[in-house]
Structures are given as C-alpha cells and as structure tokens.
C-alpha cells in the first residue's frame, strides 16, 4: 500500500501555441520540437494548438496530435479576417481565445511553447498566459526563429503589440532557435538584464527524413524549387521558369513545389508553362514530406525561409537562396549571413540582377558550389538535442504533483 505522502507519477505534458496566420513555418517548427520531445520522454503527450488550414495534411508521430483553432486569413489590403466563418475579426479572436485557454485548462500542461508572438495573434494568449502565470504550475517558454526582422523594425512591433512586456513578465525562459554567432534576433529590443539572462541558444533545429515516401520521385537528375508554402513565392517560381524557356540547355531538370498557399490563378498559368517545358521541368502542388525530395535533390532553389534553411544544412545540400525583403526582412538578413559563412549562394535580385540568365547561370554552378557542412560550424544543427536539455530539469520536477 502506497504511504499516504506519496505522489503519484504523473506523465510529462507540453503544450505548443503555433498561431499560423500565414505559411507552413510556425506549425513545421513546432512539429519537430514536439516529435523530438515525444521520442525522448517516456509517456510524454505533446498538443499543437494551430491556426493552420493545412494541419490535417501532416501526420503526427505518436504521443504527438494538434488542435485547429479557426483560421484566420490576410486580406491583399493588409487586413486579417476570418477564413471561414461569418464572423468578424474581433469574435473570431474571442472565439480563438477561448479554444486556448479551455484546451490549456484541461490538457493541464507542465511546459507551455509559445512560437514567435509573446501574447499570441491580436492577444488571444493574454488571458491564459495570466492564469498559467498565477498557477505556477508550467513553465512558460517563448520560442523564436533565429532571425525576426530588422532590427529598426522589431522593436516598434513589439512595442505596438506589447510584446516585450509580456515577455518581460510572463515567459521563464527565451529560446532562440539559432546560433548567437550568426545573429541576434532580439537587438533592437530595449530588454532588461533579466530577460536577456533567461535567453539560451540552441542552435538549428535538425531534421529527418520521414519513412513515408513523397508522392512524386523524379527518375532524372534534378534541383528542387520550392517556395515553402507558396503565398508568396510566384517571383521564385516565375524566375525559374523563365531560366528554363529562355535556356533550353540548362540542366539539371527541376522540380517545383508550389506550396498549398500559392494563388490558384497563378497556379494554373504555371502549370500550363511547366506542360510546354515537357520532361525538363515538373511540378506538384504540396508533399508534407518534402524532406525526401530536398535530400534526393542535387540542389535547391529557396527562398530562405527557416525551416527549409534546417533543411538544407541538415541534408547537406548545396542551395541558390533567393531572398524576399517584404513585408519582412528576415530571409534577406539570413540569406546574407548564410552566404557570408559559404553555407549557400544568395541571388538578390539588388545586387545580382533579376533577368532569366542569372537564375540560370545560378542552377548550372550549383554542382560546383561547396557543401554546407565544409562551411558549418560546430553544434550549429544542435537545437533540438539542447531544446531536450533545457526541457528535463522542467519536467523532472512536475513529474510528481
């Protein structure tokens, strides 16, 4: 008979907030922590709480599953509406809010991830953020991608949002998905001596390869072309095509992934481009398991954004980045790091010029480009085992409560 002192055991919890008002990034972040720290920790349950339309398309390892709040979407004007619903903005983040704090309530987390926005999309974290904080009972933690902005720009959003002060009093720790030494996302920021000492580094998240094959595997060599989640790569995309029909000659042969966020109109004149190119060039529409494609590939075509930047140092493969600078200037400032350090080619459309024979010229020389791992440095691909590190002492002690 158990002493009446005993505590019993009690399964680690964490809980993921990935607000994915836009893209793939947010939610593909959050899968891999949440895989990594399911596969470490025996019993651990890990619930992503996502806003992402797409969700339901990735499969989740076990001890991992996901809860879609109701999307939200990006007007051309700038302004956010809801995707679906015959609501206005101000109900359907009330209607968001409330999906957060009952499902944080009732899954009882030990350890809470926020992804990039301290107080969630227009706030919807606040209310929860406020009873966890008065609980005590989780340790909040704020994640963010290795680069934010620019810093001229970070800190008037924060402000505007009240981002730094939610940071400043709610979160225990700040875990910069990046390393220090490449950049440092927080400058900008007018952050105290204590929050600066709850910041650890973890360096880049790795990746794996899945088991489950892509549904496309081209029989020919090939570089593959991929704009992420598509809502904002047509000038990636339309650049490489035009290399194509104006080169007949250039090889290797590419695969384009539009992404499930690319415009359908758009979609369906590249598709009839892509016909008229025959075998040289081939396109899918969106492969939740584009990891096989990327480390089969003998190059890569990008964006930059910071998962396919994980990507390409974790499958080694030799990149052109061809960075956006709007309405962010996240990709460029990684991009020129990136190509600093010898990890890729930047094309900046600025510097490099924006006709069909750059891009081309790029796709030819990137068999001769230099791997990124005879460029990377130490523990740069370490995020997730630290993130594993950083996780025990806190589920350690709320294994027993």
């Known amino acids: 008979m158990r002493d009446g002192n005993q505590r019993s055991r009690r399964l680690p919890r964490v809980l993921l ?76 983040t009330t209607l968001r809010a409330s999906v957060i704090e009952a499902a944080t309530s009732d899954f009882d987390p030990d350890l809470i991830i926020v992804d990039k926005e301290p107080t969630g999309f227009r706030g919807e974290l606040m209310k929860t953020l406020e009873i966890m ?3 005590g009972r989780a340790k909040l933690v704020l994640g963010i ?46 952050i105290s001596a204590d929050l600066r000492g709850r910041v650890h580094y973890t ?47 250039l090889r ?21 481009r892509v016909a008229a190119l025959g075998p040289r060039v081939s396109a899918i529409g969106f492969d939740s398991r584009i990891e096989a494609l990327m480390r089969d590939a003998q190059g890569v075509v990008a964006m930059g954004g910071y998962n396919t930047f994980c990507e390409i140092l974790s499958f080694d493969c030799r990149a052109i980045i061809a960075p956006r600078r709007r309405p962010r200037m996240e990709q460029y400032i990684r991009a020129s790091a990136a190509e600093k350090l010898g990890l890729v080619k930047m094309l900046d459309r600025q510097r490099d010029g924006d006709g069909p024979e750059v891009m081309a010229e790029a ?23 630290k993130i594993i590190a950083l996780a025990k002492p806190i589920l350690s002690v709320n ?3």
């Open 17 to 92: 907030y990935s607000h994915d008002t836009f893209g793939l990034g947010h939610l593909r972040r959050s899968r891999a922590i949440a895989e990594a720290l399911a596969s470490s920790f025996d019993g651990l349950s890990a619930l992503i709480l996502t806003g992402s339309p797409v969700a339901g398309r990735f499969t989740f390892p076990p001890g991992v599953d996901h809860i879609r709040m109701p999307g939200v979407v990006k007007t051309p004007e700038g302004q956010y509406v809801s995707e679906s619903l015959s609501m206005g903005i101000e109900q359907t």
């Open 133 to 135: 904080k008065d609980a």
């Open 145 to 190: 991608r290795d680069i934010l902005d620019a810093p001229d720009a970070v800190g008037p959003e924060w402000e505007r949002k009240g981002a730094l002060e939610a940071a400043e009093k709610f979160y225990d720790q700040i875990w910069v998905y990046g390393d220090e030494s490449v950049y440092d996302p927080l400058q900008g920021l007018d």
């Open 203 to 249: 360096g880049y998240l790795r990746r794996t390869v899945p088991e489950e094959s892509p549904a496309l595997r081209p029989e020919r060599p090939y570089v593959l072309v991929t704009p992420g989640g598509g809502g904002d790569g047509e000038a990636l995309v339309e650049w490489t095509l035009k290399a194509y029909e104006t080169d007949p000659a």
């Open 252 to 272: 290797p042969d590419a695969l384009i992934v539009y992404g499930p966020f690319l415009n359908g109109e758009k979609r369906l004149e590249f598709e009839q």
């Open 363 to 385: 796709i030819r020389g990137l068999v001769r480009q230099p791997l990124p791992s005879s460029h990377a440095r130490p523990g740069m691909l370490d995020g997730l085992d």
């Open 399 to 401: 294994a027993y409560r």
